[in-house]
């Protein structure tokens, strides 16, 4: 396992979150992500993250507490946009390319204390999780779609593989179940293949989808 990278101390603690700068780039974190998760030698390789190759990533450490519907939010994945007028739009960009020096295919922010306390499996759950949501886009046979300018992926969000009600799958059975629910049961009956983790928080990513 490599050496994780680990939130900067400004951000961690009480005082985190009053520091005047609550966002903070981490080119490391993202190096990390493609050493351990991405690349073709990866160590922990998930060839689901392949297309992410071709892709520019920004991670984000951040001091500022989110929450919905009373769990924290610890993780959000996007694809850098904004909703306004031409200026808050220059304005946006202008913030992201500051940061990384381009404007990035997607954009990773993390909770700096949870990443701090979590340990390696719960931390890297959480970081694959985030890189689960950039996906490249598929066509209506299910094919990935690349662009015929630049030949490179189209890159889209992709939502949970499941959306079901618990009660159903009580009631009727996985079999009646919508989606991927009953390839996540059957996931769930097999040991992990990396080791056991314990997320205590939502996706930031799926909370702006709904």
């Known amino acids: 396992m490599l050496t994780r990278p680990r939130p900067p101390e400004r951000l961690l603690g009480q005082d985190g979150?009053?520091?005047a700068i609550p966002f903070e780039p981490a080119p490391d974190l993202e190096a990390w992500?493609?050493?351990t998760f991405i690349d073709e030698d990866a160590v922990l390789?998930?060839?689901?993250?392949a297309h992410l190759r071709e892709a520019t990533l920004g991670f984000l450490w951040t001091s500022v507490s989110n929450a919905r519907g009373g769990n924290s939010v610890v993780g959000q994945a996007e694809i850098p946009s904004i909703q306004g007028g031409k200026w808050a739009r220059a304005r946006f960009f202008q913030q992201v390319?500051?940061?990384f020096g381009i404007v990035p295919d997607f954009?990773?922010?993390?909770?700096?204390?949870?990443?701090?306390?979590?340990?390696?499996a719960t931390f890297c759950s959480l970081v694959e999780h985030e890189l689960y949501h950039c996906a490249q886009a598929k066509d209506r046979w299910g094919a990935p779609r690349f662009s015929k300018a630049t030949g490179l992926p189209i890159f889209t969000m992709r939502g949970h593989?499941?959306?079901e009600f618990v009660g159903i799958v009580a009631r009727y059975g996985v079999?009646?179940?919508?989606?991927?629910t009953a390839a996540l049961v059957e996931a769930a009956g097999r040991a992990p293949i990396v080791c056991s983790a314990d997320i205590a928080g939502v996706c930031g990513t799926c909370n702006r989808r709904g």
């Open 45 to 49: 390789l998930n060839e689901e993250h």
């Open 17 to 19: 979150a009053d520091t």
């Open 175 to 180: 079999g009646a179940a919508a989606g991927q």
């Open 107 to 120: 954009l990773i922010t993390l909770d700096a204390g949870f990443a701090d306390q979590a340990d390696d």
């Open 33 to 35: 992500a493609r050493a």
């Open 161 to 163: 593989d499941v959306e």
């Open 97 to 99: 390319e500051g940061w």
